[in-house]
T-cell receptor, first 116, second 116 residues
């Protein structure tokens, strides 16, 4: 069965600290996609990144970076030099069957609070 | 605006009543998705449409839930004989193509349903 686990329910850091949000997934498919979404207090989920199961290269986008490791079924997200505006709930998600089924399986989310 | 629009933003109803939630996707997006998010949980897939047809309704919890998209644009999620357990935020999303291989679903701000 497919599953996404975000073990960290809440994380609190001080501005400028680095923080890593963990994501572990389970799937029987060999082709799948992994995602991160951000949900600010307004409630609107915002897409951050998608990776496919055949591409294990780490990715960096500004202060954000992602580490995908198939050996440990993990897709962790790191924010460098965190800012107050990064405060939100972050969701990791999985799409099986090559993403063709049109639905995402979300984890329970990690609430990040960045204090000034 | 140009984003996904959901109405009403808040709906309070009594147990046993009928409720309709509306989603207006981004213009030109052929795929439309409904998710449900309970407090402290990640979004849970309900149904997605490709055009006017429901391509996958496997997430609908029971036959009290039904969704339509008669003209391939606006969609309505209908809940009959509401129960207290239906209380949640109902999220709508759209994407340009299906299968949604980009993973970039554009979400609305949701309709918060409270069943008393």
């Amino acid at each position: 069965a497919q599953k996404v686990t975000q073990a960290q329910t809440e994380i609190s850091v001080v501005e400028k600290e680095d923080v890593t949000l963990d994501c572990v997934y389970e799937t029987r498919d060999t082709t799948y996609y992994l995602f991160w979404y951000k949900q600010p207090p307004s409630g609107e989920l915002v897409f951050l990144i998608r990776r496919n199961s055949f591409d294990e290269q780490n990715e960096i986008s500004g202060r954000y970076s992602w580490n995908f490791q198939k050996s440990t079924s993990s897709f962790n997200f790191t924010i460098t030099a965190s800012q107050v505006v990064d405060s939100a709930v972050y969701f990791c998600a999985l799409s099986e069957d090559g993403g063709s089924q049109g639905n995402l399986i979300f984890g329970k989310g990690t609430k990040l609070s960045v204090k000034p | 605006g140009a984003g996904v629009s959901q109405t009403p933003s808040n709906k309070v109803t009594e147990k046993g009543k009928y409720v309709e939630l509306r989603c207006d996707p981004i213009s030109g997006h052929t795929a439309l998705y409904w998710y449900r998010q309970s407090l402290g949980q990640g979004p849970e897939f309900l149904i997605y449409f490709q055009g006017t047809g429901a391509a996958d309704d496997s997430g609908l919890p029971n036959d009290r839930f039904f969704a339509v998209r008669p003209e391939g644009s606006v969609s309505t999620l209908k809940i009959q004989r509401t129960e207290r357990g239906d209380s949640a935020v109902y999220l709508c999303a759209s994407s340009l193509n299906v299968p949604s291989n980009t993973g970039e679903l554009f979400f609305g701000e949701g309709s918060r349903l409270t069943v008393l």
